[in-house]
């Protein structure tokens, strides 16, 4: 997969792919990143990006030439990547969205700066507008950088069988199940016993149930909302356990 990043500040974006899945994925080629900066389209001897918004008002936004020039030319190298905008105006990035994007071969993000970006830019050359959550940041240049973790760890021979994204929070509209290392007893409080045992089929039925019981707790909107129907709702909490796990720990 190709994702570039038009933005202010490629090195801050850059960075993401040094370390974790992301330098996983393009180290074993599955994931190649390319920045581009609107600076290097902007015509005057100072490479102006920005300017005064029409009506008056505080800040500045980013002018449509340099920028426009930047997104033509990473669409004129991948042409059919859809645009996406970084925007707190945007539709919620969430699990879904991250899962179609790593299907698909490239994807053009453009990160806003300052109050943000000229509106015609927008209606001309943007396909999606994408926000990371209700909040405003002082960019694009995460929420880019939060996707491209979020794919990254999706796309094919990334994560191991062992790391497999399939048990993680939000597939099958499921939070994941807590986890448990050594040392088994620590300060008092200890590992639940049926981790301990090695009986795989009590084991697998112990994780479904606290992925059930996590959900319940912390996102009931997930776990009443559509990914779950009525009879895969009644099946799971057929095998809730309701005590926390170190309460029901006998030594
Ligand atoms: C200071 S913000 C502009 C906010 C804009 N004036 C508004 O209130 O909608 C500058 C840039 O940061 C990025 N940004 C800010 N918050 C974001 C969010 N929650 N998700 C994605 N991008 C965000 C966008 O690219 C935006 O153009």
Redesign the pocket.
């Known amino acids: 997969m190709k994702i570039t990043v038009v933005t202010l500040f490629p090195e801050l974006v850059e960075a993401v792919a040094q370390s974790g899945m992301p330098r996983v994925a393009v180290e074993r080629g599955a994931l190649s990143l390319q920045t581009i900066n609107p600076r290097m389209f902007a015509a005057d001897r100072h490479r102006t990006v920005d300017d005064r918004p029409f009506g008056g008002g505080p800040?500045m936004l980013?002018k449509p030439e340099p920028l426009a020039a930047a997104i033509e030319a990473a669409k004129a190298e991948a042409p059919s990547a859809p645009v996406w905008?970084?925007?707190?105006?945007?539709a919620r990035?969430d699990r879904d969205r991250v899962a179609d994007l790593a299907q698909q071969a490239g994807v053009v993000l453009?990160?806003?700066?300052?109050?943000?970006?000229d509106q015609r830019v927008i209606d001309r050359l943007i396909d999606a507008e994408?926000?990371?959550?209700?909040?405003?940041?002082?960019?694009?240049?995460?929420?880019?950088m939060v996707l491209i973790d979020a794919v990254a760890r999706r796309l094919p021979g990334v994560l191991g069988d062992a790391e497999s994204v399939a048990q993680d929070s939000f597939e099958a509209a499921l939070l994941d199940h807590p986890h448990y290392t050594r040392p088994e007893d620590w300060s008092g409080q200890r590992v639940p016993p049926v981790l301990l045992g090695g009986n795989h089929r009590a084991i697998d039925a112990w994780r479904s149930s606290q992925r059930v019981q996590n959900t319940a707790r912390h996102r009931p909107d997930l776990f009443y909302g559509q990914g779950l129907d009525a009879r895969a709702r009644a099946e799971l909490t057929a095998t809730w356990a309701p005590e926390a796990p170190w309460q029901t720990n006998e030594p």
Not at 85 to 90: A, D, E, M, N, T
Not at 110 to 117: D, K, L, M, S
Not at 130 to 144: K, N, Q, R, T
């Open positions: 800040g980013l905008l970084l925007s707190p105006q945007g990035l453009v990160c806003g700066r300052y109050e943000g970006v994408i926000s990371i959550g209700d909040y405003v940041l002082s960019g694009g240049e995460l929420g880019a």
